[in-house]
């Protein structure tokens, strides 16, 4: 059974994300990656296949090796979605800033 992973399933996960936090500093290996968690190396390699079913990580065979590499585009396409939503909620908190100031004001 060929399941379709969703990228924000992806994300959800603790251990994903300090993974992306890892990567997006430098291109790793899995063991490399694995040496961070405390978790069973297959365990790691699991989260690891997740993040590149999703396109949050690209593979790139070396030698024996896996390198695993941040998909700055996949990573962009999130972050475009999400930006309406950020913006979003800092137009309320500057609302609420001005309310709360001209409360402060009348006091």
């Known amino acids: 059974m060929n399941l379709r992973r969703d990228v924000f399933q992806a994300i959800a996960d603790p251990t994903r994300r300090s993974i992306l936090m890892l990567v997006a500093t430098q291109s790793m290996t899995?063991?490399?990656?694995?040496?961070?968690?405390?978790?069973?190396?297959p365990t790691v390699s699991k989260h690891l296949q997740i993040l590149a079913e999703c396109e949050l990580l690209t593979?790139?065979?070396?030698?024996?090796?896996?390198?695993?590499?941040l998909n700055l585009n996949k990573m962009k396409e999130i972050a475009n979605f999400i930006e309406p939503f950020r913006q979003m909620w800092d137009e309320k908190f500057n609302k609420l800033e001005s309310v709360m100031k001209a409360y402060q004001q009348k006091k």
């Open 30 to 41: 899995a063991g490399a990656i694995a040496s961070n968690f405390d978790s069973a190396r």
């Open 59 to 69: 593979q790139e065979q070396n030698g024996r090796e896996m390198i695993y590499h």
